[in-house]
């Protein structure tokens, strides 16, 4: 029989030591090296991590936890060994979605904060990691142009959690008192374009709002809001005695990089507060998980150019600044760095340009005794959650601190400058079509389509017509073969890995239109994993015809 100190004894050697240890040390650093190492060897020319298999859910559900213990080593290999089949996000063929390649730095802000578990509850928990934490926040909001000794911001769990503080507050804003009594009588609404993410009615719902409680307006071809509908809608909601909670401007809409107009948002707003002399200012938040980065162009000397960016590319960057530099008109932003900052997940941040909103969603002193007993920072006073990782902003420090406003004016000038000459290729080819000609990002949408269709004015009519109902049906289902053909030969190791949306748009006459998408993020692209994209699409018609 065993004695549990002999297995604690064996159980401390799993642990970094508390107190250095040489020998130990090196081998816990030998440990993560070894898996580092396994993980390289599962590299190939694929955009994928070791061999595509089949993921066994059926299997998973029946795992339980064993009656022994394991060792480092087994338990290392099969971490290691979930990670097959993973898109490596960082490949030139990988041009999958708005997932950015994290930067080293940034890692290392990941896995520091992993070994010494902080807490970003409070200061007394977390020490310099919650500097950590104040320091991005400063860094970030002085980028979009708040003033950070004004502003304030906290990390929060994803680009979600971002609009979950926005409309909440916009909420206690609107009918003050909210967050001791809840709501009563008519619910207030949030108003948003129909291109914005769908996170914006999750969090209605989960705030109790409900998502038919979520006003979407229409949105131009270029994907960014219709101010005039959104101007009559809102009055229209406010002649009829309904209080706006928040207004929700996307700053980079997932699948086109739509932008929408803050500027004359933050106007109509503005304009409606004095004509309805309400009591109430709604809350305009804008959503710049994506466009947030762009921020680095605001200062930017276009016409100079001493980055010596090709012409097109120029154009798009100084396309999304007309938007991005906006971003200071709104109460709130919410940031992804993991999304175009480079940083690994999850690392958001929601950020108020008057810091004392923040302190609107401040729980009750009194029900928090054993916490804030020390220190002079304490956001755990205020935040949704207790318990905050400090890996989200040890992360963006770690990436904004290597980059710069060089490095990311650099990284996001290459991507703008291949979604470009991709964009180039595509129009050229006869049987494809751009969908999101008018947008500036890195993201490219398409459809594609047989020989001898008139690429230049089916589009428009499948658009517009509801005659053409039946082939836009048609050619959605090709699109989606085409993608099936695309994607299984970049898993051969073939093409390049693009997406698919069922719903970039709809049709004037309420149909949803299928499209491609290549969103290329990694800093290795260049001109043959653009062409490489041209080539795979064409095989693949080619097994279709």
Not at 104 to 112: E, R, V
Not at 337 to 354: E, L
Not at 474 to 491: D, G, K
Request: one cysteine or more; hydrophobic letters at 40%.
């Amino acid at each position: 029989m065993t004695n549990y100190h002999e297995y604690l004894s064996i159980l401390r050697r799993a642990f970094p030591q508390p107190v250095s240890d040489q020998e130990h040390d090196a081998w816990f650093v030998f440990s993560v090296l070894r898996a580092l190492d396994r993980v390289d060897a599962m590299k190939s020319q694929r955009p994928i991590l070791g061999e595509p298999k089949e993921i066994d859910f059926a299997a998973a559900v029946q795992a339980r936890v064993p009656e022994s213990m394991s060792t480092v080593e087994l338990v290392s290999r099969n971490l290691v060994d979930h990670l097959a089949g993973m898109f490596i996000w960082g490949h030139p063929r990988a041009q999958v979605n708005v997932i950015n390649p994290p930067c080293i730095p940034g890692i290392l802000g990941t896995l520091l904060p992993a070994i010494y578990n902080p807490n970003l509850c409070s200061e007394e928990a977390s020490r310099g990691v919650a500097l950590a934490e104040a320091e991005v926040v400063s860094m970030t909001a002085e980028l979009m142009g708040y003033q950070p000794e004004e502003s304030a911001g906290v990390f929060t769990f994803g680009g979600t959690g971002t609009l979950l503080y926005a409309i909440r507050l916009g909420i206690e804003k609107t009918l003050p008192g909210t967050m001791q009594n809840g709501m009563q009588g008519e619910l207030p609404v949030v108003v948003c374009s129909d291109q914005a993410h769908y996170a914006v009615k999750t969090a209605a719902s989960w705030l109790g709002l409900g998502s038919n409680n979520v006003i979407t307006i229409p949105t131009a071809p270029n994907n960014e809001v219709r101010t005039c509908l959104l101007e009559s809608e809102l009055r229209r909601i406010l002649k009829e005695g309904r209080r706006v909670a928040c207004i929700v401007a996307t700053m980079g809409t997932t699948d086109a990089f739509g932008l929408d107009s803050l500027e004359q948002m933050h106007q109509i707003r503005d304009s409606l507060v004095h004509e309805f002399a309400l009591d109430y200012v709604p809350h305009l938040h804008a959503d710049a998980v994506i466009g947030w980065a762009w921020s680095v162009f605001r200062d930017y000397d276009f016409t100079l150019n001493v980055l010596q960016f090709p012409d097109r590319t120029l154009r798009a960057l100084a396309g999304t600044n007309r938007r991005i530099r906006h971003l200071h008109l709104a109460d709130s932003i919410g940031v992804d760095y993991h999304k175009t900052g480079f940083a690994p997940y999850i690392s958001s941040a929601f950020f108020v340009k008057r810091g004392e909103d923040l302190h609107r969603l401040s729980r009750d002193p009194k029900i928090t005794p054993y916490l804030f007993q020390s220190g002079e920072y304490n956001p755990g006073r205020f935040t949704l959650e207790t318990s905050r990782s400090g890996s989200g902003p040890m992360a963006a420090l770690g990436a904004l601190q290597l980059l710069g406003k060089t490095g990311l004016r650099t990284l996001l000038g290459h991507l703008v400058t291949m979604a470009e000459t991709l964009r180039n290729r595509l129009s050229a080819h006869p049987s494809i079509s751009v969908m999101n000609s008018e947008n500036f990002g890195p993201v490219t949408l398409f459809r594609v389509y047989p020989d001898d269709i008139d690429t230049f004015e089916f589009p428009k009519r499948e658009q517009t017509n509801a005659d053409y109902a039946p082939r836009l049906l048609q050619y959605n289902e090709y699109n989606r073969r085409v993608f099936q053909l695309v994607h299984a030969e970049a898993i051969r190791g073939n093409g390049v890995v693009i997406s698919m949306t069922d719903r970039f748009r709809e049709t004037d006459y309420g149909q949803p239109v299928v499209a491609l998408k290549s969103y290329i993020m990694s800093p290795f692209s260049d001109q043959q994993y653009v062409q490489a994209v041209i080539d795979s699409i064409e095989r693949a018609r080619q097994q279709l015809k």
